[in-house]
């Protein structure tokens, strides 16, 4: 059974910084895209940020030179650097991952975490 772990949620201060950590674990082959997804209360779930295995990245705009996206492909984790963080940046954060662990890719998603800005 795949599992998706986050941790490093938290409340912090306007323009303090968190990084999120999401562990893939179980019998895994493979893994494509990590990312991490964000909702809001009231709000749909947004792409924050993700990266492919071979390194590339996308961003949001709304958090481009804030945030840093980044994986570990032997411990099969992915990191989000927050910086700069501002109270609009506070949602239950997703990570989220395409798996291959025998039957092909399959989207995975953790149980998510928290993140709390205060002004």
């Known amino acids: 059974q795949v599992r998706l772990v986050e941790s490093g949620g938290g409340l912090v201060q306007s323009g303090g910084s968190l990084r999120l950590s999401c562990a893939a674990s179980?019998?895994?082959?493979?893994?494509?895209?990590m990312g991490w997804y964000r909702q809001a209360p009231g709000r749909e779930r947004e792409l924050v940020a993700r990266?492919?295995?071979?390194?590339?990245?996308k961003y949001a705009d709304s958090v481009k030179g804030r945030f840093t996206i980044s994986r570990d492909n032997v411990k099969n984790i992915v990191y989000l650097q927050m910086n700069t963080l501002k109270p609009e940046d506070t949602a239950v954060y997703y990570c989220?991952?395409?798996?291959?662990?025998?039957?092909?890719?399959?989207?995975?998603w953790g149980q998510g975490t928290q993140v709390t800005i205060s002004t």
């Open positions: 989220n991952a395409d798996i291959d662990y025998g039957l092909g890719y399959r989207n995975h």
């Open positions: 179980g019998r895994i082959l493979s893994i494509e895209n």
């Open positions: 990266i492919r295995s071979g390194g590339d990245t």
